[in-house]
């Protein structure tokens, strides 16, 4: 499993955990995903697959100088330049198929976007989903719904709610019970192929290790790469 720990932030990456599968943006629309949170199972669509490389939120940041608002308030990339600054291909139609999902929750007038790239409202699952995650038993750190981003989503959980995260993670015992959690804690992001129950045990502590008492915050791109920092 390739991972990038960088302090004080934890990278958790699955490119070499999908051995000659390729990685597509993870978030899909709510035809595509029917989350039972009871039993912790999902069903998702595999989406047609581009992307070879996972992609970090660092690594996707530097695409904002050709992202842009269009006159109808729908995201778009400057596709063409940035090729030619020599972006790989995969990361830049990576980027647009992540706008596609992004801007048919924008015509559904589920979320707004600003000229700034900042992101209100909630997608359509989301707020289907978003109760599963309570915040009545927090004393120590911050406990937030999930926010959507043009890079990804990110979330902050309190210390409370994180140990429920970490625990629910480690007892994974199949691929299907992590996939439900994935969409438990972070609604409308599905998970590549591939994965293992090990993965989401390797998650779990990285969770843990990074809540310092207060809570962390993670953040997932869309090429479901990781990034838990403590709070």
Known sequence: MKMKFL???????????????????????SKEVNYDINNMST???????ITKESYSKDEILKLEPYIFVDENGLFSINSEDALNDGFPKDLVEGQQQYFEYLNSEVKSGNIKVSNNLNITGMTSIQKEYENAIKGDRCNRG??????????????YTCDHNTSIMAG?????????????????????????AGLTASYFKLLSGRINANNKGRGVLTEISWAFVFDITPQ
């Open 7 to 29: 302090k004080p932030t934890t990278f958790l990456c699955l490119a070499t955990t999908i051995s000659s599968t390729l990685i597509t943006p993870v978030f899909a629309d």
């Open 43 to 49: 069903k998702y669509h595999n989406n047609d697959l």
């Open 142 to 155: 911050r406990n937030t719904s999930m926010a959507t981003h043009w890079w990804g989503v990110s979330r």
């Open 168 to 192: 629910e993670f480690l007892t994974v015992s199949g691929v299907a019970g992590g996939i439900g959690l994935i969409g438990k804690w972070f609604p409308g992001v599905s998970v590549p």
